[in-house]
């Protein structure tokens, strides 16, 4: 893999569950090191078109012919408006990795989702797809990736990280979504 791989990062902004809508915001970074682009649309607070979105996101920019993978924070964006990575996938032909700090627990997501959506069955079923990993760099992510094998994935992490856990085209997304809403960046991805 070249170190100056293009790498979509995509985070959404902070939100409250009264807001109706989120942005979230794309970046496009070669490896971890040089910021091309910034790129951002509106999802869905809890709704179900955060995969929609990020795949009319990859068709509409001008970089798309030289991005080779999209890395999301987490499998969902605006509370549980759950991304369908394998579909981004399918219907981009770009490699997606979601990435996480923390294990997900799954029974509490499922038990989440059966409360608060009359859709769940839905939503539990796309969280489903694909396996959640562990890869053990300097700290343990966890990972579902589509389009590529755990080696692949395991090697654009470790490309993209500069610190820390998280991969710089996330974090880099994390802060230019958080400073843009709070009017400063923090917190962690």
């Known amino acids: 893999m070249k170190r100056e791989v293009r790498i979509l990062g995509i985070d959404d902004m902070p939100f409250s569950f009264g807001d109706e809508k ?17 790129l951002k649309t509106t999802i869905s607070v809890d709704g179900n078109d955060a995969t929609c979105k990020i795949i009319e996101l990859v068709e509409k920019t001008k970089h798309k012919k030289q991005l080779k ?20 996938f399918l219907s981009t032909n770009l490699p997606v990795i979601t990435i996480t700090r923390n294990k ?7 038990e989440a989702l059966k409360k608060h959506f009359d859709d769940w069955k839905e939503r539990w079923e796309i969280i489903n797809k694909g396996r959640t990993e562990e890869i053990l760099l300097r700290y343990p992510v966890y990972v579902k990736y589509f389009g590529l094998k755990r080696e692949e994935a395991t090697e654009i992490i470790k490309l993209s990280i500069i610190r820390g856990a998280i991969p710089e085209p996330i974090r880099v997304a994390h802060l230019i979504a958080t400073g843009i809403k709070k009017g400063e960046s923090r917190g962690r991805c």
Do not use: C, H, Q, S
């Open 22 to 38: 989120v942005d979230i915001v794309g970046v496009i970074m070669r490896g971890g090191t040089y910021l091309e682009g910034v």
């Open 69 to 88: 993978i999209i890395m999301i924070d987490g499998i969902a964006l605006g509370g549980f408006n759950v991304v369908d990575a394998e579909k981004i």
């Open 104 to 110: 997900p627990d799954m029974k509490k997501i499922k």
